[in-house]
C-alpha cells in the first residue's frame, strides 16, 4: 500500500471546512428566510438583522464548527446596518456579511420565482373552470 504523494496542506484542508461551513450556515438561513417568505413578510433591517441573530444562535450550526470557524462568520463590529423598518437596500454594494447575503439571496430568488409563476399565469390566459354538472 502506498501513500498517496502529496498530503492535503492545512490551508487547504481549512478551506474545505469553511466551505462546508458557509454551504451549512446558507441552508440555515435559508429555512429561516423562508418562513418569511411564506408569511409575506417583506425583507427589512429590522427583520435582516433578527434573521442574522437567528442563524447564528443555532445550535446545531454551533455544534457542528468550531469557534473559530464561527468567529469568521460574525458580523464585525464596525459595520453598522440601520435597524429600522425600511426596505434592505444596499444600492449597488456586494461586500455584504454572509447571513445578510444568504437571505438576500433567498428573497430574490422568491420574488424571481413569484414573478415567473405570474407570467405563466399570464399566458395561460383565464382558467376555465368546469362546471359540476359537467357542462
Known amino acids: 500500500m502506498s501513500l498517496p504523494t502529496e498530503l492535503p496542506r ?9 466551505q462546508a461551513a458557509a454551504r451549512d450556515l446558507e441552508h440555515i438561513v435559508r ?3 423562508h418562513r418569511y417568505i411564506a408569511q409575506q413578510v417583506p425583507l427589512t433591517w429590522r427583520l435582516l438583522h433578527a434573521i442574522e ?6 445550535l446545531g450550526f454551533a455544534s457542528r464548527h468550531d469557534a473559530l470557524m ?7 463590529g464596525g459595520l ?11 444600492g449597488r454594494s456586494n461586500a455584504l456579511p454572509a447571513v445578510f447575503a444568504f437571505a438576500v439571496s ?18 395561460s390566459g383565464p382558467t376555465r373552470r368546469a362546471r359540476a354538472w359537467g357542462g
Not at 70 to 76: A, E, M, S
Open 80 to 90: 453598522a446596518w440601520p435597524e429600522t423598518d425600511d426596505a434592505v437596500d444596499f
Open 53 to 58: 441573530a437567528e442563524a447564528l444562535a443555532d
Open 70 to 76: 464561527l468567529g469568521l462568520f460574525q458580523r464585525p
Open 31 to 33: 429555512n429561516i428566510a
Open 10 to 18: 492545512e490551508h487547504d484542508l481549512a478551506a474545505l471546512r469553511f
Open 106 to 123: 433567498a428573497y430574490e430568488r422568491a420574488a424571481q420565482c413569484a414573478e415567473e409563476a405570474r407570467r405563466q399565469a399570464r399566458r
